[in-house]
Every structure is written in C-alpha cells, then in structure tokens.
C-alpha cells in the first residue's frame, strides 16, 4: 500500500532555531513530492521537488528530494513564531491521467518566542 | 485573479442525512480534487475531475459522489451521512492537460455529522 511517513509528528522550538523536518515515502508511481503549510484551513503550496539532489529554496525555507533513499527533507532557519503551522508531505501517485495527491499525517511545528 | 473558494465554510448535519459541497476552481484551472482531512489527520484523496469527469478514485465508499460543471467548478455529494464523516473537506485545483502540478487549495468546509 502507497504511503507517505513524516517525522517527527510535532515539534517545539525557540525563534531562531533551525529545524529539518522528515518525509519518507513509498508509492509506486512517483511522479513527484510537494510540501505545504497548513496554518488554519487550506494548506498553501511550497515547494515541488520532481530531481534527486536539487535543493528548492525560498526565504528561510529550503527542501530537498532524495529518490534513491525515498526521502525529502524541510528545513527551516532562523524561525519565527509566524512560522507555526502543521507542515504536509504529499507525493504525486500517477495512477490517474492528472496524478493526486498522497498526504502524510503532518509535523505540527510550534515556535516559541 | 481569484483563487479556489468553497462553500459553505462550516455546516452541521444530523446522522443519515445528505450534504452537498461547493467548489470553485481557480481562474484557469481545469481539475478539481477533493480530500477529506480528519482532525490531526493528513488530507486523504477522494476523487478528482478533469474537463467534467470522474479521473482518479480514493478508497471511499459510493456514497461519496461527486460533479463537474463546464466552468470547471465542482460539487461533492455525501449520502447517507455517519458520524465519522466529520471532518474538514478541501478541495484543490489545478491545470492539466495530462501532467500533474503544483494543487491550490480551498479554505475548506467543516462539516459536523451529529
């Protein structure tokens, strides 16, 4: 059965700590790996890694896809309390036409000030 | 451009009822997918429509239907309503053409099964 596994499911730092947060996957038609923040309702897009080894960065945030080892990776630098939020995985399952979406459980991060 | 609403944000319904969900796509997005989010819980997949038809199934009951309109919004039925039907209801769009790209999300509807 297809599945998507994040680690830690939740986490409580300090502003201006770094964290990297955990997804591992096993799904048979891998097309390519999302993640989103969710604050309160709809999670919001950001990144899609589709390449082993090529980091996507934006901000303080930066990710990277490892499809050998079947693993993504989130970090997050310097956070700040606005960076609290549930954080999703998802892989993209090709087994329709258009791909949908295989959501892991979620890393609910907590950033204290 | 506006981006994916739903409605209605939150509703209660009594066991054994039936419930029909909102969906409007984003401008120029083609494909509507839904996903049922139980509380702690990440989104699971229930179907997904592309131009108007069914394209893609979760492991959800018939119970769980759903339409596409031609202006791309999308509608999703739930019959028969049980207790364990509470949860957040999302839906996403995107645009096609037969690959798969990055889903934008709905604020999403709660719905409560009492």
């Known amino acids: 059965e297809d599945k998507v596994v994040q680690s830690p499911l939740s986490l409580v730092v300090h502003e201006g700590d770094t964290v990297t947060l955990n997804c591992s996957y096993e799904?048979?038609?891998?097309?390519?790996l999302l993640w989103y923040k969710q604050e309160k309702k709809a999670p919001t897009f950001l990144f899609m890694l589709?390449?082993?080894?090529i980091e996507k960065k934006s901000g303080r945030l930066s990710s990277i896809l490892d499809k050998k080892e079947l693993f993504s990776i989130l970090n997050i630098t310097a956070t700040q309390t606005g960076d609290s939020a549930v954080y999703l995985c998802?892989?993209?399952?090709?087994?329709?036409?258009?791909?949908?979406?295989?959501f892991g459980k979620g890393t609910k991060l907590s950033v204290k000030p | 451009e506006t981006g994916v609403t739903q409605s209605p944000t939150h509703l209660i319904k009594t066991r054994g009822q039936q419930v029909t969900l909102r969906c409007s796509s984003q401008?120029?997005?083609?494909?509507v997918s839904w996903y049922q989010q139980a509380l702690g819980q990440g989104p699971q997949f229930i179907f997904q429509?592309?131009?108007?038809?069914?394209?893609g199934r979760g492991n959800f009951p018939p119970r769980f239907s759903g339409l596409q309109f031609p202006n791309y919004s999308s509608e999703l039925n739930v019959n028969a309503l049980e207790l364990d039907d509470s949860a957040l209801y999302l839906c996403?769009?995107?645009?096609?053409?037969?690959?798969?790209?990055?889903?934008?999300f709905g604020p999403g509807t709660r719905l409560t099964v009492t």
């Open positions: 589709t390449s082993s080894g």
């Open positions: 998802a892989v993209v399952d090709y087994g329709g036409s258009q791909g949908n979406l295989i």
């Open positions: 401008s120029g997005h083609n494909t």
């Open positions: 996403a769009s995107s645009s096609g053409g037969g690959v798969a790209y990055e889903q934008y």
């Open positions: 799904v048979t038609n891998f097309r390519s």
């Open positions: 429509y592309y131009r108007e038809e069914e394209n």
